[in-house]
């Protein structure tokens, strides 16, 4: 090509754009539109497969006006994973605010409940016995 010869532009489509734009990916990584969007599939895939729940994927373009012909593009792309049920750990708490394992307002026994059903089970088989 000699100097001073002028290139005619193709215009690009979404594909062109996504392999030459750069974003973030959830990971805090730069990378192309293409590699983060396949990226961030996986890991919704891998969390709706984990979780057996329905995700999403948000793809955000972002077309401003730098200078007459100039655009500023801007892309994003997030995910909603579904998330796990959180796990419940029942504690109690008495007058004071203090935090236990029982619950301390319950009433407590002041004998052991199975140690007298199987003394009253050896008394009934020893009248049977006479």
Do not use: W
Not at 61 to 86: R, T, Y
């Amino acid at each position: 090509m000699e100097s001073g010869e002028k290139v005619i532009e193709q215009p690009i489509g979404f594909m062109d754009l996504a392999a030459i734009a750069r974003v973030i990916n959830s990971k805090d990584r730069s990378m192309k539109l293409a590699d983060c969007i396949d990226f961030e599939l996986n890991e919704l895939m891998c969390k709706i497969n984990e979780y057996n729940k329905a995700g999403k994927m948000t793809i955000t373009i972002d077309i401003g006006i730098a200078e007459k012909n100039e655009l500023d593009i801007q892309a994003e792309v997030k995910i909603s994973p579904p998330k796990g049920k959180k796990p419940s750990n029942p504690f109690f708490r008495d007058q004071r605010g203090r935090l236990f394992a029982a619950d301390p307002m319950e009433q407590t026994h002041l004998f052991d409940i199975s140690k007298v059903r199987k003394e009253d089970t050896q008394d009934r088989k020893e009248v049977n016995n006479v």
